[in-house]
């Protein structure tokens, strides 16, 4: 094969439309190879039996099909499973698959590691590399496909996909916004929009522009219910304070006529986990088109948080439905093999010197 020129993989409709005008094919042909990209699990342009013969050799001399290579797979206790992927210079990104009753759940990444640093994310920890193209995002999809395989039914596992592995996905917006749409996309992977959820630590302007671009499920990272306490555990918040990022939450319900916006709470011990917490967390988001979504602290190496009990954490849970908010508790999955939430570490070389949010010379952040 000469050196691939031509991308396709992970290309919404539209582009991919574009590009085949560009080769002088119909439209028509770029839905014909979405359906065997994602439809059928087919890479190999040789095996498209329904593209003309000139483009099906165009396509296996010119374009890269390549999906990430696995370095390291692990499977949990619990069903479920971790991929590590190589994603060239020796750098690691991390997928993982949780299985639950009625639905498999992929939590994909989107960068490698993240520049925002916060304070107990093992990803944060290690620095920024960089942003993941297309191609990767929608290829750890494909990957996890091919490898889990079809249940009973013939149908794959994987229903549900969230942007909440290593990376900011609005850090890396064109990317993102283009995986959600070929998520979505009936000639794409043909998901509903509510199995595809976007989490953000709250990068304002970006999540106001998302609002305009899709319309997937969105998910926030709150984790602290005022401004002093959550510049400190997401130093994000120094830049877009909490009343600016619900003013764009509540922009992006009435945009996209989305139901409701889980906010995200990591329950750290003797940090965040107090009744007068929860009463500004009410405060915050009664009334609101909002349900909160605890998640007990994983730890990681070298981390100074610790887990709340599972008393604080039930405790704090009543007392926000109390209140009449809906919260639910994230059960935790996989951390036996750093699989969970926040766990994931990849292989990063940081490359950034001064993260986002942090002045030269400021100490890291942490509570
Ligand atoms: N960057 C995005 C998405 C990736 S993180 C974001 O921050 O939303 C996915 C979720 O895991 C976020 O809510 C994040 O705050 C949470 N998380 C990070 N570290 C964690 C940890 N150690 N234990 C539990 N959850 C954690
Ligand atoms: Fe980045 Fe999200 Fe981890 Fe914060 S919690 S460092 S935004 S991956």
């Not at 593209?51 to 050799?57: D, G, I, K, P, Y």
């Given at each position: 094969m000469t050196e691939a020129a031509l991308k396709p993989l992970g290309l919404p409709k539209a582009e991919l439309e574009q590009l085949f005008a560009t080769l002088g094919e119909k439209p028509f042909r770029a839905r014909q190879l979405m359906r065997w990209l994602y439809g059928r699990n087919v890479l190999d342009p040789v095996a498209m039996t329904d593209?003309?013969?000139?483009?099906?050799?165009r396509l296996a001399e010119q374009a890269d099909?390549?999906?990430p290579t696995i370095h390291a797979h692990e499977a949990s206790a619990d069903?479920?499973?971790k991929w590590r992927l190589a994603a060239g210079g020796g750098q690691l990104i991390e997928t993982v698959f949780i299985p639950e009753v009625a639905r498999g759940t992929l939590c994909v990444s989107s960068q490698v590691g993240c520049a925002l640093d916060c304070a107990f994310?093992?990803?944060g920890q290690q620095g920024f590399?960089?942003?993941l193209g297309v191609a990767?995002?929608?290829g750890q999809v494909l990957v996890a496909r091919r490898e889990l395989g079809l249940d009973a039914e013939g149908r794959s596992p994987v229903t549900n996909i969230v942007f909440m592995g290593m990376g900011e996905p609005l850090a890396n917006f064109r990317?993102?916004?283009q995986a959600c749409r070929v998520l979505l996309d009936d000639f794409g992977f043909g998901l509903s929009r509510r199995r595809v959820t976007v989490s953000t630590s709250g990068i304002v302007p970006q999540l106001r522009r998302l609002a305009r671009e899709t319309n997937v499920a969105l998910a926030v990272s709150l984790h602290a219910p005022d401004d002093t306490l959550r510049d400190r555990l997401v130093p994000i918040n120094r830049r877009y304070p909490i009343a600016e990022l619900l003013d764009a939450c509540w922009e992006y319900v009435e945009l996209t006529n989305t139901w409701t916006v889980t906010f995200e709470y990591v329950l750290l011990a003797g940090v965040n986990d107090s009744p007068g917490h929860a009463d500004a967390l009410v405060g915050l988001l009664g009334g609101r088109p909002a349900k909160v979504n605890l998640i007990p602290f994983n730890p990681f190496p070298g981390t100074r948080f610790q887990r709340s009990s599972p008393e604080v954490v039930d405790a704090f849970r009543r007392r926000l439905l109390g209140a009449?908010?809906?919260a639910i508790t994230r059960r935790t999955r996989g951390d036996d093999i750093a699989a969970a939430c926040g766990q994931l570490a990849g292989q990063v070389e940081n490359r950034v010197l001064v993260p986002l949010g942090q002045k030269p010379g400021q100490p890291r952040c942490d509570a």
């Open positions: 593209l003309s013969t000139a483009l099906r050799e099909f390549s999906l069903g479920t499973r994310c093992a990803t590399n960089r942003n990767e995002i929608i990317p993102v916004v009449g908010l809906r």
